[in-house]
């Protein structure tokens, strides 16, 4: 599969008068075309702030890209201009978010939230863009899209209205989709659909998806490959098999630990203590040093550098967890 993304370096920082805030320091990864890469961590941990600056949406100042790129269909994003950006957003990488209706809104009907924005983005007229949106609408599981289009979105269910989120993303064909906690406010059935959905969909049209997550059981039903940040910096990447079978990195095993398990019956799901960084007062080295049970001297004056094995990449001065 042909890469479609690819990250080097990026470090993007807010300047706030506290001090800057080291949001994310340092991200390298590929993204391949019809892969899922499930991105992980803790709130704070750099994950939305990256995809949010990678698209431009977040206000600059605060926030200044420091150094890196991110290549993209003979682009870096870093330095498009923002004309360029415009055309990108919801065309070539389209985003759906954890809660529609901060995207969809309450006072207009579906029909004219998809079908108005390809008559004005994408110059269709009013009949090819109904003829794309009602594919689209079939297409993540709404069977009746005359009677969709002509609702408003609190006539439909979280999950109905997550699934007009998806329809409304595929309309552009985009090759790729960013799906930053998609699934999070939806019980767990829902969320199981919604996760196959993009799946299947994903399978026919190669498109790539970029999971932002918090919940590592979400990763492992439907990633090809992981991530995981803490504090602004990359702490591991791999397969999903690196990261839940062959991974040796405290964070990475802490998380897994506090994830609930099926064949794993608990008194109580264990938490990480203590809390994340205040990321405007990091020293040199690791960012999880205070709450890391394996911490050495080394951790606190340098952040490690990455140790490989094939795709499988880790930061951590450990040699093995013992
Ligand atoms: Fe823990 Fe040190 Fe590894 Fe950081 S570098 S995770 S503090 S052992």
Request: hydrophobic share 40%; net charge neutral; with cysteine.
């Amino acid at each position: 599969m042909g890469e479609v993304l690819h990250v080097r370096d990026y470090r993007a920082y807010f300047h706030t008068r506290r001090g800057i805030v080291k949001a994310v320091d340092g991200l390298n990864f590929n993204l391949s075309a019809g892969e899922t890469l499930g991105i992980v961590g803790e709130s704070g941990s750099g994950k939305s702030v990256f995809l949010l600056s990678l698209l431009g949406l977040l206000p600059k100042p605060p926030l200044r890209i420091e150094s890196g790129s991110a290549q993209f269909g003979g682009m870096d994003l870093v330095t498009a201009s923002e004309d360029t950006m415009r055309s990108i957003r919801g065309n070539k990488i389209a985003m759906i978010f954890q809660e529609p209706m901060t995207s969809l809104n309450p006072y207009l009907k579906i029909g004219t939230q998809l079908i108005e924005p390809l008559m004005i983005h994408r110059n269709k007229t009013k009949d090819e863009a109904f003829k794309i949106v009602k594919g689209s609408l079939l297409k993540v599981g709404i069977g009746d899209p005359d009677r969709a289009l002509n609702a408003y979105p609190h006539e439909f269910s979280g999950g109905m209205r997550q699934r007009v989120m998806i329809a409304m993303a595929l309309t552009t064909h985009p090759e790729i989709l960013i799906a930053d906690e998609p699934t999070t406010a939806l019980d767990v059935t829902v969320q199981a659909q919604i996760l196959e959905l993009l799946k299947s969909i994903q399978k026919e049209t190669g498109m790539a998806v970029i999971l932002v997550t918090h919940d590592l059981g979400v990763v492992a039903g439907v990633a090809d490959r992981c991530l995981v940040m803490y504090a602004g910096k990359l702490f591991e990447q791999g397969s999903v098999d690196d990261i839940f079978y062959r991974s040796q990195h405290p964070y990475t095993h802490a998380l897994l630990k506090s994830t609930p398990r099926l064949d794993k019956a608990l008194a109580a799901l264990p938490s990480i203590a203590g809390t994340a960084p205040d990321l405007s007062k990091l020293g040199p080295g690791c960012p999880f040093d205070a709450r890391c049970e394996y911490v050495k001297e080394e951790c606190r004056n340098s952040f490690p550098t990455a140790k490989r094995t094939e795709e499988h990449e880790s930061f951590c001065h450990l040699e093995k967890l013992p």
